[in-house]
């Protein structure tokens, strides 16, 4: 009994433990092109680091909860609708602004940032010299 459940368990392994990963699996058709990354977007991670401090700051903690379900609709022509979705702040604050792609540099509403990632779902931003000289932020967008 002991031998077959031995013999079990390295099956078990060698079938399952061996399979390959879909944690990151590569999406050839997911290149930076305003075409892949227009859509409608929520902000789901931020972390800002000043000059000094030893890590970064989850900027998530930072916002109001009416403005942690606004969605980002980056349209095609560059045109950019934001929403104040969910939960509305007072006054609501919903507008529309503009939005560029140059190379992995995308600038939205004015803010530009160095594309780190971008898998066709999950678009991460990187900026310097933000809000102080030598500052770093990262802003992670995810598809709706």
Known sequence: MKKNLLIL???????????KSDDNPINPACTISKENIAGSY??????YKAPGLPSPVDGMLLLDDCEKDDIYV???NGTL????????????GSYTGTWTLNGNEITI??????IASFDCQKLVGK????Q??????TVTFTKQ
């Open 9 to 19: 368990s390295i099956l078990t392994i060698v079938f399952f433990g061996c399979s």
């Open 109 to 114: 509403d004015g803010q530009a940032f160095t």
């Open 81 to 92: 609708n934001y929403t104040d979705a969910g939960v509305s702040c007072t006054p609501p």
């Open 42 to 47: 929520k902000i789901t991670a931020i972390s």
């Open 74 to 76: 980056l349209n095609v």
């Open 127 to 130: 900026g310097t010299n933000l």
């Open 132 to 137: 102080t000289p030598g500052d770093e932020g």
